[in-house]
Protein backbone atom coordinates (compact mmCIF):
# COMPACT_ATOMS: atom_id res chain seq x y z
CA UNK A 1 0.00 0.00 0.00
CA UNK A 2 1.46 3.43 -0.64
CA UNK A 3 1.76 6.50 1.92
CA UNK A 4 0.83 9.35 0.05
CA UNK A 5 -1.40 10.40 -1.98
CA UNK A 6 -0.93 13.60 -4.53
CA UNK A 7 -3.66 16.04 -5.20
CA UNK A 8 -5.11 16.88 -7.85
CA UNK A 9 -4.67 13.71 -9.77
CA UNK A 10 -4.64 15.66 -13.01
CA UNK A 11 -3.79 19.18 -13.69
CA UNK A 12 -3.80 20.77 -17.04
CA UNK A 13 -2.79 24.66 -17.18
CA UNK A 14 -1.57 27.04 -19.58
CA UNK A 15 2.38 28.05 -20.37
CA UNK A 16 3.63 30.53 -17.79
CA UNK A 17 0.72 29.57 -15.32
CA UNK A 18 2.16 28.43 -11.81
CA UNK A 19 0.77 24.88 -11.28
CA UNK A 20 0.08 23.55 -7.33
CA UNK A 21 0.70 19.59 -6.16
CA UNK A 22 -0.06 18.73 -3.05
CA UNK A 23 1.00 15.35 -0.54
CA UNK A 24 -0.51 14.19 2.39
CA UNK A 25 1.02 11.30 4.10
CA UNK A 26 0.10 9.01 6.72
CA UNK A 27 3.37 8.54 9.13
CA UNK A 28 5.84 10.40 10.81
CA UNK A 29 8.65 10.88 8.32
CA UNK A 30 12.70 12.08 8.69
CA UNK A 31 12.00 13.89 4.87
CA UNK A 32 9.87 14.09 2.26
CA UNK A 33 10.86 13.93 -1.61
CA UNK A 34 9.41 15.35 -4.87
CA UNK A 35 10.13 13.17 -8.06
CA UNK A 36 9.68 14.30 -11.49
CA UNK A 37 8.65 11.09 -13.87
CA UNK A 38 8.46 11.92 -18.06
CA UNK A 39 6.49 9.31 -19.91
CA UNK A 40 8.39 6.17 -20.67
CA UNK A 41 11.67 7.77 -18.83
CA UNK A 42 12.58 7.16 -14.63
CA UNK A 43 11.99 9.01 -12.24
CA UNK A 44 14.64 12.60 -11.47
CA UNK A 45 14.64 13.45 -8.13
CA UNK A 46 13.51 17.18 -7.80
CA UNK A 47 13.84 18.41 -3.97
CA UNK A 48 14.66 16.76 -0.35
CA UNK A 49 12.93 18.77 2.29
CA UNK A 50 13.51 17.30 6.29
CA UNK A 51 10.89 17.04 8.52
CA UNK A 52 12.44 20.18 10.60
CA UNK A 53 12.33 22.63 7.26
CA UNK A 54 9.21 23.95 6.04
CA UNK A 55 9.91 25.20 2.89
CA UNK A 56 12.58 24.56 0.59
CA UNK A 57 13.22 26.74 -3.24
CA UNK A 58 15.10 25.15 -5.88
CA UNK A 59 14.71 27.22 -9.10
CA UNK A 60 11.42 27.72 -10.13
CA UNK A 61 10.51 25.09 -7.33
CA UNK A 62 8.99 25.47 -4.12
CA UNK A 63 8.38 23.25 -1.85
CA UNK A 64 6.58 23.44 1.81
CA UNK A 65 5.95 20.66 4.42
CA UNK A 66 3.43 20.82 7.27
CA UNK A 67 4.61 17.98 9.77
CA UNK A 68 1.47 18.54 11.95
CA UNK A 69 -1.19 18.09 9.05
CA UNK A 70 1.03 15.47 7.42
CA UNK A 71 1.46 17.28 3.86
CA UNK A 72 3.59 18.88 1.66
CA UNK A 73 3.21 20.89 -1.40
CA UNK A 74 4.87 21.49 -4.41
CA UNK A 75 4.79 24.85 -6.33
CA UNK A 76 6.07 25.31 -9.78
CA UNK A 77 6.10 28.77 -10.64
CA UNK A 78 6.01 30.31 -14.26
CA UNK A 79 5.34 26.70 -16.17
CA UNK A 80 6.91 25.43 -19.25
CA UNK A 81 6.05 22.94 -21.62
CA UNK A 82 8.64 20.93 -21.02
CA UNK A 83 7.19 20.55 -17.27
CA UNK A 84 4.57 18.00 -18.69
CA UNK A 85 5.69 15.06 -16.61
CA UNK A 86 4.01 12.57 -13.31
CA UNK A 87 5.11 14.46 -10.58
CA UNK A 88 5.21 11.83 -7.07
CA UNK A 89 6.33 12.82 -3.52
CA UNK A 90 7.63 10.32 -1.71
CA UNK A 91 8.18 9.81 2.06
CA UNK A 92 10.64 7.38 4.03
CA UNK A 93 7.87 6.64 6.46
CA UNK A 94 10.99 6.71 9.20
CA UNK A 95 12.95 4.40 7.89
CA UNK A 96 16.43 4.76 6.78
CA UNK A 97 16.72 3.58 3.31
CA UNK A 98 13.54 2.83 1.28
CA UNK A 99 11.07 5.28 -0.13
CA UNK A 100 7.01 5.35 -0.49
CA UNK A 101 5.55 6.98 -3.22
CA UNK A 102 2.42 8.67 -4.13
CA UNK A 103 0.05 7.89 -7.08
CA UNK A 104 1.15 10.75 -8.37
CA UNK A 105 -0.05 14.01 -10.35
CA UNK A 106 -0.28 14.38 -13.93
CA UNK A 107 0.72 17.44 -15.02
CA UNK A 108 0.00 19.12 -18.63
CA UNK A 109 1.03 22.35 -19.52
CA UNK A 110 -0.25 23.67 -22.59
CA UNK A 111 2.28 25.46 -25.39
CA UNK B 1 28.56 10.57 -15.91
CA UNK B 2 27.11 7.08 -15.65
CA UNK B 3 23.77 7.36 -14.55
CA UNK B 4 21.76 3.94 -13.51
CA UNK B 5 21.63 1.34 -16.52
CA UNK B 6 18.70 -1.49 -17.21
CA UNK B 7 18.16 -4.22 -19.46
CA UNK B 8 16.20 -4.79 -21.17
CA UNK B 9 14.09 -2.04 -21.75
CA UNK B 10 11.52 -4.07 -22.89
CA UNK B 11 10.48 -7.56 -21.97
CA UNK B 12 7.48 -9.74 -23.30
CA UNK B 13 7.00 -12.93 -21.89
CA UNK B 14 4.63 -15.86 -21.72
CA UNK B 15 2.61 -16.52 -18.71
CA UNK B 16 5.25 -19.31 -16.77
CA UNK B 17 8.52 -18.38 -18.36
CA UNK B 18 11.03 -16.90 -16.14
CA UNK B 19 12.16 -13.61 -16.95
CA UNK B 20 15.72 -12.08 -15.68
CA UNK B 21 16.07 -8.13 -15.04
CA UNK B 22 19.24 -6.60 -14.70
CA UNK B 23 20.75 -3.63 -12.94
CA UNK B 24 23.94 -1.54 -13.01
CA UNK B 25 23.77 1.14 -10.51
CA UNK B 26 26.47 4.48 -10.41
CA UNK B 27 29.72 2.97 -9.73
CA UNK B 28 30.69 3.07 -5.74
CA UNK B 29 26.72 3.56 -4.56
CA UNK B 30 26.43 1.30 -1.89
CA UNK B 31 22.13 1.27 -1.97
CA UNK B 32 20.50 -0.61 -4.20
CA UNK B 33 16.90 -0.57 -4.32
CA UNK B 34 14.14 -2.10 -6.37
CA UNK B 35 10.37 -0.87 -7.24
CA UNK B 36 7.49 -1.76 -9.25
CA UNK B 37 5.51 0.38 -11.18
CA UNK B 38 1.96 -0.56 -12.17
CA UNK B 39 0.51 1.80 -14.77
CA UNK B 40 -0.86 4.90 -13.39
CA UNK B 41 0.63 4.38 -9.67
CA UNK B 42 3.32 5.19 -8.28
CA UNK B 43 6.68 3.32 -7.81
CA UNK B 44 6.07 -0.09 -4.70
CA UNK B 45 9.02 -0.87 -2.98
CA UNK B 46 10.28 -4.58 -3.55
CA UNK B 47 13.55 -4.94 -1.97
CA UNK B 48 16.88 -2.97 -0.72
CA UNK B 49 20.43 -3.83 -0.88
CA UNK B 50 23.33 -3.09 1.02
CA UNK B 51 26.29 -3.85 -1.02
CA UNK B 52 25.47 -7.37 -1.50
CA UNK B 53 23.21 -8.37 1.66
CA UNK B 54 19.73 -8.09 0.87
CA UNK B 55 18.21 -6.45 4.30
CA UNK B 56 14.84 -5.94 3.46
CA UNK B 57 13.01 -7.95 0.67
CA UNK B 58 9.38 -7.27 2.06
CA UNK B 59 8.31 -6.20 -0.67
CA UNK B 60 8.29 -9.14 -2.94
CA UNK B 61 4.93 -10.19 -3.65
CA UNK B 62 5.38 -13.39 -3.52
CA UNK B 63 8.49 -16.36 -3.71
CA UNK B 64 8.38 -16.24 -6.73
CA UNK B 65 10.49 -12.91 -7.09
CA UNK B 66 14.06 -13.55 -6.37
CA UNK B 67 16.72 -10.86 -6.12
CA UNK B 68 20.40 -10.87 -5.84
CA UNK B 69 23.39 -8.52 -5.89
CA UNK B 70 26.43 -11.31 -5.50
CA UNK B 71 29.24 -9.00 -5.83
CA UNK B 72 27.66 -5.74 -4.44
CA UNK B 73 27.40 -3.69 -7.66
CA UNK B 74 24.90 -5.08 -10.47
CA UNK B 75 21.98 -7.13 -9.42
CA UNK B 76 19.62 -9.24 -11.03
CA UNK B 77 15.58 -9.28 -10.33
CA UNK B 78 14.40 -12.66 -11.28
CA UNK B 79 10.30 -13.68 -11.70
CA UNK B 80 9.63 -17.45 -11.84
CA UNK B 81 6.47 -18.58 -13.45
CA UNK B 82 5.28 -15.08 -14.35
CA UNK B 83 1.78 -14.58 -14.62
CA UNK B 84 -0.36 -11.54 -16.05
CA UNK B 85 0.07 -9.69 -13.00
CA UNK B 86 3.68 -9.66 -12.96
CA UNK B 87 2.95 -6.92 -15.85
CA UNK B 88 4.69 -3.72 -14.59
CA UNK B 89 7.34 -1.77 -15.09
CA UNK B 90 10.64 -2.60 -12.36
CA UNK B 91 12.79 0.14 -11.61
CA UNK B 92 15.90 -0.03 -10.18
CA UNK B 93 17.81 3.06 -7.49
CA UNK B 94 20.90 3.54 -5.81
CA UNK B 95 22.10 5.67 -3.47
CA UNK B 96 25.43 6.33 -2.26
CA UNK B 97 24.59 5.28 1.02
CA UNK B 98 21.63 5.03 3.70
CA UNK B 99 20.36 8.08 5.35
CA UNK B 100 17.68 9.38 3.91
CA UNK B 101 19.35 10.10 0.72
CA UNK B 102 18.62 11.09 -3.00
CA UNK B 103 18.06 7.51 -5.05
CA UNK B 104 19.26 7.70 -8.42
CA UNK B 105 16.80 6.15 -10.62
CA UNK B 106 17.07 4.33 -13.54
CA UNK B 107 15.12 4.14 -16.52
CA UNK B 108 13.40 1.01 -15.92
CA UNK B 109 12.54 -2.32 -17.84
CA UNK B 110 8.84 -2.77 -19.28
CA UNK B 111 7.24 -6.27 -18.40
CA UNK B 112 4.71 -7.61 -20.31
CA UNK B 113 3.17 -11.11 -19.61
CA UNK B 114 0.81 -12.14 -22.14
Not at chain 1, 98 to 109: A, D, N, P, Q
Not at chain 2, 15 to 42: M, T
Not at chain 2, 55 to 60: A, E, R, V
Request: net charge positive; glycine share 8%; hydrophobic share 30%.
Amino acid sequence: SQQGEEDPQALSIQEGENATMNCSYKTSINNLQWYRQNSGRGLVHLILIRSNEREKHSGRLRVTLDTSKKSSSLLITASRAADTASYFCATDAGSSYKLIFGSGTRLLVRP
Amino acid sequence: GAGVSQSPRYKVAKRGQDVALRCDPISGHVSLFWYQQALGQGPEFLTYFQNEAQLDKSGLPSDRFFAERPEGSVSTLKIQRTQQEDSAVYLCASSLRDGNNEQFFGPGTRLTVL
